[in-house]
């Protein structure tokens, strides 16, 4: 017969399965009013308050799980989860490989194990759990779709593909599937815009249920050469997303008019670290996504002194832990004047621990976050030995191949062309502010250089790292690096270009922006 805690917890996983949160909660705090050293009380209790966001409350409870019944291989795997929320990396993957013996006949938890890990770029690490999880329960759709997304992410982009294609035949209308399958090759035909154009004009959702079908029709249109069709489906996925951002690029300027204003030449001589840390090296490659920062990163990083962590964003994360602003935004004009008041080396100590977990063997790490190109100020001053790798591409094929891409929270002003003028114009005057500032310290590239000239402009780009030439920079696209950018299919394959002057096709669509651009005095 099951006891009353038994009994308790039954229905307490029951609500959980239906999300029933407030049943969850309230099943914990009976078992634990019973037993306060009940683990599974404890695991009920994390797993309600993970749903209700608040990790830290979520953490202490799966510890206390933990603590009191160490093979609560569960609870672990929750913990790891939710750890990574804090940037607790190192501690989240000791966790994962502690237990990950004890899941070999738990699909799901194999599976969010292997999310963790992916969630913080280590995707080869996550590839063989979720393999196993299939491997339980193939036909569970989710576990599915994860794998098809870790196996490009780690370049299988053939068993990608077939996997899409399966997830499609059991739910044609499944619109991220059909967007993730437009990614991995070039059209060749106009039947899969046949099926996603099918699915729009049939489905009456309103457009900002449609977005991930508008970029695929755009993107498949654009592979076919057909130009006028591609901008007015990537125009209705912009104008889509922006009716439900909530975004002004008022807010995005003034962040940047504030970092051009407190990261100025007294403050960057002031406190500035002048002896390398002694600890690794990190090497930023920065600049307006989709500029050639990823083809970049994969040149520098098939070196064999270098490896890189992929797109952390712990540089923005560690200034926002040391300035103790209380805030729910991401990044704002307060957090950095907070930070730039404070000890420039508890900032680089801090990054440093925070990436120490996806660091190797290799003396030089590279961490290539776009948006990092805010942060500069900070990167040289705190790290005298860092290198700062800069990306510079035609300014209407930099915001064109932005405004095709969906993006994250980061990038919200590639929406609109509006948007993007006023941000562009913004981006310009703090990279000009920048070189002032840095001089030689900013090591310049030119994307259209780097595809049409590549062998010279590799020499000269390791030379300006201090790193000798090696062989293996010019067949980047042999590197077995996991990659999660907009940019992963692409650089499985030789230096192109492809994409040089792709504006011009769109020359009549993009005079609005070109006229704001030129009037701001951006060359073009």
Same mark, same amino acid.
């Given at each position: ?7 308790? &917890? ?38 309600? /308050?993970? !749903? ?18 160490? %093979? ?45 890990? &992916?969630?913080?770029? $280590? ?22 779709? %994860?794998? *098809? !997304? ?62 991930? $079908? ?5 993107? /498949? ?20 997303? *922006? ?33 390398? +840390? ?15 920062? +990823? $083809? ?19 540089? /923005?994360?560690? #200034? ?6 209380? +805030? ?93 003028? !006023? ?38 780009? $390791? ?19 996991? &990659? !999660? ?13 492809? &994409? ?6 769109? /020359? ?8 704001? #651009? ?7």
């Amino acid at each position: 017969m099951n006891t009353p805690v038994e009994k308790i &917890s039954r229905i307490a996983r029951g609500a959980a399965q239906k999300k029933e949160w407030a049943v969850v909660h309230a099943g914990a705090i009976e078992i634990l009013k019973q037993d306060d050293q009940n683990a599974e009380g404890y695991f009920l209790m994390g797993l309600a /308050e993970k !749903a209700a966001q608040r990790p830290v409350r979520a953490i202490a409870a799966f510890e206390t799980a933990l603590r009191i019944d160490d %093979n609560r291989h569960d609870a672990a795997i929750e913990l790891a989860d939710q750890l990574i929320l804090s940037r607790r990396s190192k501690e989240a993957v000791a966790l994962i490989e502690k237990y990950r013996d004890r899941l070999d006949n738990s699909p799901r938890y194999l599976d969010m194990a292997a999310t963790t890990l &992916s969630n913080i770029g $280590l995707h080869h690490a996550a590839w063989p759990l979720y393999l196993r999880a299939n491997e339980l329960q193939p036909d569970i759709e989710l576990f599915r779709a %994860n794998l *098809a !997304a870790c196996a490009v992410f780690v370049g299988d982009i053939d068993k990608a593909e077939e996997m899409y294609r399966k997830l499609l035949a059991k739910r044609p209308d499944h619109q991220r599937n059909h967007y993730q399958l437009a990614r991995l090759r070039i059209a060749k035909d106009e039947e899969h815009i046949g099926q996603m154009r099918d699915i729009v004009e049939n489905n009456g959702q309103p457009p900002d249920f449609n977005i991930y $079908l508008y970029y695929a029709i755009a993107k /498949e249109y654009e592979d076919l050469g057909n130009w006028d069709e591609a901008f007015t489906w990537y125009r209705r996925a912009g104008d889509a997303v *922006a009716s439900v951002a909530n975004y002004s690029v008022s807010d995005d300027v003034g962040l940047i008019d504030t970092i051009i204003e407190t990261c100025n030449e007294d403050w960057l001589s002031d406190g500035r670290v002048t002896e390398p +840390t002694g600890r690794k090296t990190p090497c930023f490659v920065v600049g307006l996504p989709r500029t050639g920062t +990823t $083809l970049t990163e994969r040149i520098i990083s098939s070196h064999s002194s270098v490896q890189t962590v992929g797109e952390t964003e712990l540089v /923005e994360f560690a #200034l926002r832990k040391i300035s103790e602003v209380e +805030t729910r935004e991401r990044m704002n004009s307060d957090i950095v004047r907070a930070a730039a008041q404070k000890d420039i080396r508890v900032f680089g100590n801090e990054y440093l621990d925070l990436v120490d977990y996806a660091l190797g063997e290799e003396p030089v790490f590279i961490d290539k976050l776009p948006y990092n190109f805010l942060f500069l100020g900070f990167i040289a001053k705190a790290w005298p030995d860092a290198k700062i790798v800069h990306l510079n591409r035609h300014p209407l094929d930099a915001c064109f191949a932005m405004y095709k891409q969906v993006f994250t929270w980061a990038f919200k002003f590639s929406y609109t062309l509006d948007n993007l003028a !006023a941000f562009y114009i913004a981006y310009n005057r703090l990279m000009d502010h920048w070189r002032k500032l840095l001089g030689d310290r900013l090591v310049e590239v030119h994307y259209e250089d780097l595809v049409s000239d590549t062998e010279p402009q590799v020499r000269k780009l $390791l030379e300006r790292l201090d790193l000798d030439f090696e062989d293996a920079c010019l067949h980047f696209e042999k590197n077995k690096a996991a &990659s !999660a950018t907009a940019s992963s299919v692409q650089i499985r394959e030789k230096a192109h270009t492809r &994409s040089v002057d792709k504006w011009k096709r769109f /020359e009549e669509q993009l005079q609005p922006l070109a006229d704001r #651009l030129r009037a701001a005095g951006v060359e073009i």
